[in-house]
T-cell receptor
Framework: QKEVEQNSGPLSVPEGAIASLNCTYSDRVSQSFFWYRQYSGKSPELIMS????GDKEDGRFTAQLNKASQYVSLLIRDSQPSDSATYLC???????????FGKGTMLLVSP | GAVVSQHPSWVICKSGTSVKIECRSLDFQATTMFWYRQFPKQSLMLMAT?????????EQGVEKDKFLINHASLTLSTLTVTSAHPEDSSFYIC????????????????FGPGTRLTVT
């Protein structure tokens, strides 16, 4: 059974700091990796996708993928209180299979 | 990113009645749509996957006769909760994916804003 593991948190960081969110996955054939942000009472919003090893940057967000270690992370630089949310890691294998979600890490950014 | 809408955003209904929720992809053709349910403080639970023009594939434990899914066009899928009961009260979220390949915008899965269902 495919599993995606995330620390439930909460991860507390002060405003302006770097928040580091981690995710491990069990299925070695996974090829596509996504980070979603979900505010309380709202639906998930896609913020990053990554498909190959290494780093991918988009604004204050950097996704990092290491397929050998089956590990994907999300760094949020200059964290803001508005970044406070639950971050969901999602993994997909080849083709048009369904996403496997982790349970999410709650991030709290204090002013 | 791609836009997915959902209607209604919230609904209150009496026990025993049926409720229909619509999910639309506004700026892309969604070859596949997904329906999720989320209870408070819990993770997303995939209910079913539907491909345009085909019958939906339901996850284990989801009653297909209770949760009717229709994906009649490339931009519209509906979920009907039949004979709703209070235990069906939840946050229902649809998601859509286009036919693109990895790295192409519509390959990713985009979520609608969700429908909060309360059954009294």
């Amino acid at each position: 059974q495919k599993e995606v593991e995330q620390n439930s948190g909460p991860l507390s960081v002060p405003e302006g700091a770097i928040a580091s969110l981690n995710c491990t996955y069990s299925d070695r054939v996974s090829q596509s990796f996504f980070w979603y942000r979900q505010y309380s009472g709202k639906s998930p919003e896609l913020i990053m996708s990554i498909y190959s090893n290494g780093d991918k940057e988009d604004g204050r967000f950097t996704a990092q993928l290491n397929k050998a270690s089956q590990y994907v992370s999300l760094l949020i630089r200059d964290s803001q209180p508005s970044d406070s949310a639950t971050y969901l890691c999602a993994v997909k294998d080849s083709g048009y299979s369904t996403l496997t979600f982790g349970k999410g890490t709650m991030l709290l950014v204090s002013p | 990113g791609a836009v997915v809408s959902q209607h209604p955003s919230w609904v209150i209904c009496k026990s025993g009645t049926s409720v229909k929720i619509e999910c639309r992809s506004l700026d892309f053709q969604a070859t596949t749509m997904f329906w999720y349910r989320q209870f408070p403080k819990q993770s997303l639970m995939l209910m079913a996957t539907s491909n345009e023009g085909s019958k939906a594939t339901y996850e284990q434990g989801v009653e297909k006769d209770k949760f009717l899914i229709n994906h009649a066009s490339l931009t519209l899928s509906t979920l009907t909760v039949t004979s709703a009961h209070p235990e069906d009260s939840s946050f229902y979220i649809c998601s859509a994916r286009g036919p693109g390949g990895p790295g192409q915008g519509i390959y990713e899965q985009y979520f609608g804003p969700g429908t909060r269902l309360t059954v009294t």
